[in-house]
């Protein structure tokens, strides 16, 4: 259920992003009385799922879900419609219009992808606002994976900074890692002060590792509410009792407590407790799962999260701030490739990768977040300077503009093959690294 719920997720996400884009070429295009023959979502090569006519438009929904495109009378694109181009220009072709129009034309898609993430940034801070755990308030330390201690962290470490810098947000120090290529962490470990100097190699292997808990914040386990039928419940157990053994080991955090209860599936163990003031044990048989059917308390009983609640005055500048952070954040990503620690291999991804990123239930926040990230990464690709992209198209604009000498026909026609043998071979490769990666796990 989960993988069908993240390939809806998907579909809708790249749906909105594609019809988006696409009516950012068509607005403009209209906005310079061009004319658009198609507006499709998804490709429909030899056959529609749907479509009509509506003016001089014909609108429809493709079955090859790898993007959409509009058809632009007079422009040399996927469509290669020969036909067309060997008549002479109309006044209201593509080709007829003055350079300044084509290019803005062009950039119409990637124009409404960034005005986009912006519109979904804003609506996310009026209807949820942001909340997130400080970093100064990890007061219990951190818990640390195996490579985390590569890097030199320990269980219970507090960090301080990343490369003598705070970072607010604790949910943001891997980012900060990462996209900074830091050389130091400042942790607080017994009361010391120490400098962790990342170990070279490390950086490659954070951009590889495919767990969400390089680094967690520890909390102990204080009993929030019972499941249907709890053993533990029945056995006595009582809301707000703190867990601190299992069996006389100590477990004073929660992760140690699960951990332990994993290893005595099917029997009885002794959990000691904090009730009040007192200490108390209470005999609790354990499932077959491992579980005995306690939930521990929400963060926010044990830290001070920081809660910020917009307007929609002031979430416009706040969501302006996070596109452009979020496009800095993609460059940053992009440049990582070229890192000699990081496996181009390990870091490029398809469909499956992009929908790996959505969670295995719908979440709405989540899902809008993610949208406005892609709309982001699809404005960003689209500029790239190879043919049959927005970018190439853009590029060869920009040539004319400079030179004032258009490219002719034919050339245009070769590169826009090109360009579009590039594309097809780029969706193989990353499509197939995501299946090689399937295999592998």
Do not use: C
Request: no cysteine; glycine share 8%.
């Amino acid at each position: 259920m989960e993988v069908v719920i993240k390939i809806l997720q998907l579909l809708l996400s790249l749906s909105i992003l594609v019809v988006i884009h696409e009516l950012g070429h068509f607005l403009a295009a209209k906005a310079f009385k061009t004319r658009v023959e198609k507006f499709y979502l998804f490709f429909n090569p030899w056959f529609s799922i749907f479509k009509f006519k509506y003016g001089e438009t014909e609108y429809g929904i493709g079955w090859l879900p790898l993007g959409g495109y509009v058809k632009i009378a007079g422009m040399i694109d996927e469509s290669m419609d020969k036909e067309q181009m060997s008549k002479p220009p109309q006044p209201w072709e593509f080709r007829s219009k003055p350079s300044w129009q084509r290019l803005i034309i062009m950039l119409g898609g990637v124009t409404m992808n960034i005005i986009l993430a912006i519109l979904i940034y804003i609506f996310m801070l009026v209807t949820w606002g942001e909340e997130y755990l400080p970093t100064s308030e990890v007061k219990y330390g951190i818990k640390v994976d195996s490579l985390a201690m590569e890097a030199g962290l320990r269980d219970g470490d507090k960090i301080l900074t990343i490369d003598y810098e705070y970072v607010e947000n604790f949910s943001k120090i891997p980012e900060k890692i990462i996209f900074d290529n830091a050389q130091t962490i400042q942790v607080e470990r017994n009361g010391d002060i120490i400098n962790l100097e990342i170990p070279k190699g490390f950086l490659g292997k954070l951009v590889k590792h495919k767990s969400p808990d390089f680094i967690s914040f520890r909390v102990p386990f204080e009993v929030g509410d019972f499941a249907n039928k709890s053993p533990a419940k029945e056995a006595g157990m009582q809301i707000d009792d703190r867990i601190i053994a299992v069996n006389d080991k100590p477990t004073e955090y929660s992760y140690e407590f699960i951990d332990e209860l994993q290893k005595h599936k099917n029997e009885n163990v002794k959990i000691t407790v904090k009730r009040d003031l007192d200490t108390t044990h209470v005999n609790v048989p354990v499932t077959d799962k491992g579980i005995i059917g306690i939930k521990s308390k929400p963060i926010n009983n044990y830290f001070e999260l920081t809660k910020v609640n917009y307007s929609i005055f002031s979430a416009i500048p706040a969501g302006v701030v996070k596109a452009y952070m979020g496009i800095g954040n993609y460059f940053k990503s992009m440049k990582l490739l070229f890192h000699p620690e990081v496996e181009v291999s390990e870091s490029v991804g398809g469909f499956i990768m992009i929908g790996n990123i959505f969670p295995g239930q719908w979440h709405w926040p989540s899902f809008w977040r993610l949208t406005a990230f892609l709309s982001i990464m699809l404005a960003i690709i689209n500029v790239i300077p190879i043919p049959a992209l927005d970018g190439g198209h853009v590029m060869f604009l920009m040539y004319e503009i400079i030179t004032r000498r258009k490219p002719n026909d034919k050339f245009m026609e070769y590169a826009q093959i090109t360009g579009m043998i590039i594309i097809f071979a780029l969706l193989i490769l990353v499509n197939g690294n995501d299946i090689i990666k399937l295999f592998r796990n």
